[in-house]
Nanobody, 128 residues
Framework: VQLQASGGGLVQAGGSLRLSCAAS????????MGWFRQAPGKEREFVAA????????YYADSVKGRFTISRDNAKNTVYLQMNSLKPEDTAAYYC??????????????????????WGQGTLVTVSS
């Protein structure tokens, strides 16, 4: 199983980026998927998640209303649309997948231990 994250780059504050997480050797449909980020010198933190059926999404308070997680089952890819970016969004962004087909309480989606598969990070830099 491989998760390949891409789409990071340098953007000015207020701009937008769309991150992609393409899966191989596994299908993202019917599995919870999440995005996490890690800023320099800080611990990795939850950003967003989508449940196994795709009808519920979850966001960290810091990105709510600005970021949107979505999934394209035909392309076997999960996306993170990031709008109104701020310098504090600067971080390496990681996608992750849960190997189970299961529903969880909302708080569970923000915990790293839920996810069995992790992609490499893609760097997002937001300049002021």
């Amino acid at each position: 199983v491989q998760l390949q994250a891409s789409g990071g780059g340098l953007v000015q504050a207020g701009g937008s980026l769309r991150l992609s997480c393409a899966a191989s050797g596994w299908t993202v449909s019917r599995h919870a998927m999440g995005w996490f980020r890690q800023a320099p010198g800080k611990e990795r933190e939850f950003v967003a998640a989508i449940n196994w059926s795709g009808d519920r999404t979850y966001y960290a308070d810091s990105v709510k209303g600005r970021f949107t997680i979505s999934r394209d089952n035909a392309k076997n890819t999960v996306y993170l649309q990031m709008n109104s970016l701020k310098p504090e969004d600067t971080a390496a962004y990681y996608c992750a997948g849960d190997s189970q087909v299961q529903s969880y309480t909302s708080t569970t989606y923000s915990t790293e231990r839920l996810y069995d598969y992790w992609g490499q990070g893609t760097l997002v830099t937001v300049s002021s």
